[in-house]
């Protein structure tokens, strides 16, 4: 029982929302406010008061006695604005009551407990059902307690800190079961449900002939995802109710696609009434996968002829890789998409250094395959690997991750078996630029100096072409201690078109901790003064210094009224 006190108009208006939204489970303590939340203490097992939390701790503090028999308790502001578990966050069930508080209420549970700080997934919010001993397993993913995992299925799951064998369990499966004592049994939507049915077919003969061969066949109806068959009976009554009772939607393929799939028991008379062979083997089978139930068809009592087809497939979990830039440097210029991206991969791919800046956000249980320098092609490889073996995988990058960077090596390698994603991150060519002024006013370019995987030739060429047409150029991989040549040879290039007056930014560790940005001028730039963790902006005919600032006018018109740059 959960008891409810307060002492305000607003609070019991609260108090009451609650109270209705939860009428068997909560217990109204009128009354001077000391003495009801006494008496809720000692006959509640939780108890959500509508006062200050100062007031709170001092009226329950001499009564408290030890962390298993204490009741939970959460404060709720006058506003309700806030739901503080200030009592039992785990053992009292606190945090869980505070976030249930929350949605009714529309209030913020203001969460202060360690475990829930780091963010374990909670196994009830992983979008799918989970059975059996949640809380207790729960319990022990929060308390460190060894947890073993058992994917029957590869699904991808966010990271769960689990070992290889532990008195606690979480299996992940689509078989009927039952849930062991200290299990947790994960219904991934792993069972795609082909069905055909005629015109008139029963909605109780279409979810009779599903119970059955799933049944059969030892599978969760709760692992079902969808119903699927042919275009021509997206709208067949017995269909799409069957699917309302399962809770699925249905998915429709044209006749012509379900045609084109192999099936072990095609026949004539679908062929006949739609255009396909076969329409609950080809509608199960059409995107991949086992099949596990043949066409089989419902059985009616009074010997007429089946009205329904059916057939199972496990389709095949879909791994998934996110490719994360986590920009420049400083942690509020990664964007909020990737650091959900980053918690919700079990397994993050990435360069030594790179992981290092983000580690604090990863989840427990979060497997970090980090590597040197180099490797490039090896990252990419085992994060498209991971991915394949059905893991949600983030490859991570900095600036952005398709910006010279992880994306195209790992998309190289991606099949179509695998989801992709991608998270822009901001680029170290825009952090340099906003430090700078204003240098990408107009149209610009970045080049690569590196030439360690392009021909110098095809860097010179390109060098050229933007001299030429004036565009703003901003260097990545700018000078290291064995290419010193190439960057006064790429300065030089553009000499050749821009005026030793035009302005140059230097930005060293943009957002880093140990950032620096210098202006100068094509004319006065000392490269020895360049080094690999800074780029190079070289602006256009038309940009200019003002107020120490990088500018690049935005448009030709504005430049023909301007006077000329120096020369
Ligand atoms: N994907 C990255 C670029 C990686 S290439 C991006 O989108 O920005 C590596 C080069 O990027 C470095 O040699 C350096 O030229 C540049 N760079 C990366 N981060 C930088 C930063 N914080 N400040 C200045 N230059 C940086």
Not at 150 to 158: D, G, H
Not at 513 to 528: F, I, N, Q, Y
Request: some cysteine.
């Amino acid at each position: 029982m959960i008891g409810l006190i307060s002492a305000t108009a607003a609070g019991a208006t609260a108090r009451d929302r609650l109270a209705s939204a939860w009428p068997d489970r909560t217990r109204v303590y009128e009354g001077p406010v000391a003495d009801a939340v006494r008496r809720a203490f000692t006959e509640c097992e939780e108890l959500v008061c509508f006062l200050a939390t100062g007031a709170v701790v001092r009226l329950v503090a001499p009564l408290l006695v030890g962390k298993t028999t204490d009741a939970g308790v959460v404060c709720v502001d006058e506003a309700a604005r806030y739901a503080v578990p200030v009592l039992g966050g785990h053992g009292g069930g606190a945090n869980d009551l505070a976030r249930a508080v929350g949605e009714v209420l529309g209030a913020e549970p203001v969460v202060t407990t360690a475990t829930d700080a780091v963010g374990i997934a909670g196994l009830d919010t992983l979008g799918f059902p989970a059975e059996g001993a949640v809380a207790a397993v729960t319990r022990a993913l929060l308390d460190s307690e060894p947890v073993a995992l058992t994917a029957e299925v590869p699904w991808p799951l966010p990271p769960l800190p689990v070992a290889e064998r532990g008195a606690y369990a979480v299996r992940v499966t689509d078989r009927a079961v039952e849930p062991g004592e200290r299990e947790v049994l994960l219904r991934p939507p792993s069972l795609v449900v082909g069905v055909g049915a005629s015109r008139g077919a029963p909605e109780e003969e279409v979810l009779g002939l599903v119970a059955d061969a799933l049944r059969e066949a030892g599978l969760s109806a709760r692992s079902v995802a969808e119903l699927a068959t042919v275009d021509a009976k997206a709208g067949e009554p017995g269909i799409v109710r069957a699917a309302e009772r399962l809770g699925v939607p249905v998915v429709t393929y044209s006749a012509e696609e379900l045609a084109a799939v192999a099936v072990p028991n095609p026949s004539g008379a679908p062929l006949a009434a739609v255009g396909t062979p076969s329409v609950a083997e080809a509608a199960a089978l059409v995107r991949g996968g086992e099949l596990l139930v043949p066409k089989r068809k419902s059985e009616r009592a009074d010997g007429t002829p089946a009205m329904a087809t059916c057939a199972v497939v496990r389709r095949p979990g879909r791994g998934r890789l996110a490719v994360v830039g986590l920009g420049p440097g400083a942690r509020d210029l990664l964007t909020p998409r990737a650091k959900a991206e980053l918690q919700r991969a079990s397994v993050l791919v990435g360069l030594d250094q790179y992981v290092d800046q983000i580690r604090d956000l990863l989840r427990p249980g979060t497997r970090i395959l980090e590597s040197g320098l180099g490797a490039e092609e090896e990252r990419a490889r085992t994060a498209v690997a991971e991915a394949r073996r059905g893991h949600a995988v983030a490859l991570i990058g900095s600036g952005d991750a398709g910006v010279y960077a992880m994306a195209s090596p790992a998309l190289a390698e991606a099949s179509e078996d695998i989801d992709v994603v991608g998270v822009p991150g901001v680029t170290a060519a825009l952090a340099a630029a906003a430090i700078l002024g204003a240098p990408l006013g107009h149209d610009h370019v970045s080049i690569s100096l590196s030439d360690l995987h392009t021909p110098w030739e095809v860097i010179e060429r390109r060098v050229q072409a933007a001299a030429a047409a004036d565009i703003v150029v901003t260097f990545y991989n700018p000078r290291s201690r064995g290419r010193d040549w190439q960057l006064p040879k790429a300065l030089a290039i553009l000499a050749g078109h821009r005026a030793p007056g035009t302005p140059v930014g230097v930005v060293r560790n943009a957002s880093r901790p140990d950032e620096s940005a210098r202006l100068t001028t094509l004319g006065a730039l000392d490269p020895a003064t360049v080094d690999m963790m800074t780029v190079v902006t070289v602006g256009n005919t038309a940009t200019r210094e003002i107020a120490g600032r990088m500018v690049t006018p935005r448009g030709y018109r504005w430049q023909e009224n301007t006077p000329e740059v120096a020369r």
